[in-house]
């Protein structure tokens, strides 16, 4: 009997295995492929951006940064939930041992790869394992990552036509309702004479006063007269502070009103601009999404070097380096190097 409960312990224990196996390898796939997708994106908006002004390249480039950023917040929590303080090591090192075996075709690699992610390919390929995890586990990032690129080319397309055209953040934003514009703070204006009357208190003269000399009474009543004086200057400054302060903030409350208007006409424009273009906007969309899907799941001859530029150890640094590290270029300085 004992010896029984052992092997139905030993079993679990096995089972547990691998049942963590196979969902640290399907965490570690997900998370290789979608890094391979946000990377070819990035890559591909940043080729919309290169003929194009400064100005207006910058705008571009700086959504490519934004897309790419949140792309890897989502995969970094996923990795960091799924291995905690080793999930940069983890993932360097499957993204090093995937890329060698895909290489060199190994079929070995392959197949408990499979086994383990619970993938179900037919043929055994590396070309269909990665079409397969696109088409099922992947779908929404990639119809996201090509709408984000057929807005972006449709933008410049208009920006083309029109010069007038909304700005790009504006344009990809369009359907968000704007903020409440902040109200005008109520400032109550103050009297200085009464302000300076309601501090001081009524004056009665002493018995000493009363009883004092001439001269001590005409001395009192100077004394009593400055200290007046004071407490109405006083009143006067806080009284233009306050007037100086309520002006500031209706000018800053006009400014923020002003600006709220400006982006709701301008937000207004990119609607209308974007309803005439909506079906050339899903059309590009559709074609953006079967390009990524054929540059994504091509194999690794044709597309490691664009994502995480070796294969092996090497993409295993530059991948693990890129999306923990955050060791990337700005807009302008891409924009230089180009």
């Known amino acids: 009997m004992k010896i029984l409960r052992l092997l139905t312990v030993s079993t679990y224990l096995m089972l547990f295995s691998a049942v963590m ?25 940043d080729k919309l951006a290169e003929p194009l002004a400064e100005e207006s390249g910058e705008q571009i480039l ?28 983890t993932f360097g090192n499957f993204v090093a041992e995937y890329t060698s075996a895909e290489n060199n075709n190994d079929l070995e690699y392959l197949e408990k790869l499979i086994a383990d992610t619970e993938l179900k390919i037919e043929p055994l390929e590396y070309a269909v394992l990665r079409r397969t995890m696109l088409e ?27 010069a007038q055209t909304p700005p790009l953040a504006i344009w990809l934003n369009r359907k968000q309702a704007p903020e409440p514009a902040v109200g005008k703070t109520e400032i ?21 006063i009363q009883i004092a000399s001439p001269m001590e009474a005409f001395a009192q009543s100077r004394k009593m007269k400055r200290e007046r004086a004071l407490a109405d200057a006083h009143a006067g400054m806080q009284q233009m502070a ?3 302060q309520a002006a500031e903030q209706e000018l800053a409350s006009r400014k ?20 005439v273009e909506e079906e050339a906007i899903v059309q590009r969309a559709n074609s953006w999404t079967s390009r990524l899907k ?9 597309t490691t070097g664009a994502f995480t530029g070796g294969i092996g150890a090497d993409a295993g640094r530059r991948a693990a ?17 180009d």
């Open 21 to 45: 196996a196979a969902s640290d390898s399907s965490v570690l796939l997900n998370a290789y492929m979608r890094y391979a997708l946000a990377s070819e994106v990035q890559a591909q908006i």
């Open 242 to 244: 306050m007037e100086r």
């Open 62 to 89: 700086d959504e490519s940064d934004a897309w790419f950023d949140r792309e890897l917040d989502k995969l970094r929590g996923a990795l960091d939930e799924q291995f905690g303080k080793d999930a940069q090591n």
């Open 256 to 275: 923020v009103s002003e600006a709220h208007a400006d982006a709701e006409a301008m937000r207004a424009q990119a609607l209308k601009l974007a309803s």
């Open 294 to 302: 054929g540059i994504v799941g091509a194999t690794i001859g044709a």
């Open 321 to 337: 380096d890129s999306l923990f590290n955050l060791k990337r270029k700005s807009p302008r300085e891409r924009r230089r190097d």
């Open 136 to 162: 099922s586990r992947l779908a929404e990032p990639f119809a996201e990552g090509g709408r984000l690129l057929s807005e972006i080319q449709t933008w410049i397309e208009q920006l083309k036509k029109n």
């Open 188 to 208: 109550k204006k103050i009297n200085p004479l009464a302000a300076a009357e309601a501090t001081m208190p009524e004056y009665s003269a002493s018995s000493e």
